[in-house]
């Protein structure tokens, strides 16, 4: 059955959807990150060990260079799980918008239902006393008693 709020409820799926498909991909981009930043800490460690056997050979260059790298990708990945924190409030609202509008449209269904089964139950009921008052004959006697005082008006 459709109701007033609807419409309402058609864009506040909209909206929880949305923020789903925001959230999935900040919480991509998140692991993305994370997995480039323990790839960085491979790379430096790996080139640590190396350097390890080798005495000439210096990797405070490529270290300095992929620490930044690293800091960067950090920087990002807190960025990211703060719009994901705000993301995740934001869906909560949404939904709890969402709800709100979803128990006014059943709220408006009930009620619906209700009155439909109250005329329906009216109408039974009219037909059921016709038909009682037919099988006694009070449906003559009161035409009869119409006719007789419309006589004497």
């Known amino acids: 059955m459709k109701t007033p709020v609807d419409p309402v ?7 929880v959807d949305d923020l789903k498909r925001r959230i999935a991909d900040h919480a991509s981009q998140q692991s993305h990150l994370m ?7 491979d790379e430096i460690a790996d080139q640590y060990r190396f350097a390890a056997t080798e005495w000439a050979l210096s990797v405070h260059a490529f270290a300095r260079r992929k620490l ?15 719009a994901l924190g705000e993301l995740r ?22 009620e619906m239902r ?3 089964s109250r005329a329906e139950q009216a109408g039974a009921d009219d037909f059921a006393i016709s038909r009682y008052r037919a099988r006694n ?11 007789i005082d ?3 008006a």
Request: charged content about 45%.
């Open 35 to 41: 997995v480039q930043e323990s790839r960085i800490d």
């Open 137 to 147: 004959g009070q449906l003559q006697d009161r035409r009869d008693e119409r006719r």
């Open 114 to 116: 209700g009155v439909i």
């Open 68 to 82: 930044a790298e690293r800091a960067r990708l950090s920087h990002q990945r807190r960025l990211v799980e703060t």
């Open 89 to 110: 409030d934001n869906a909560a609202q949404a939904y709890g918008r969402l709800r709100a509008a979803e128990q006014v449209a059943e709220g408006y269904r009930d």
């Open 9 to 15: 409820v058609r864009i506040q799926k909209r909206e």
């Open 150 to 152: 419309d006589r004497w």
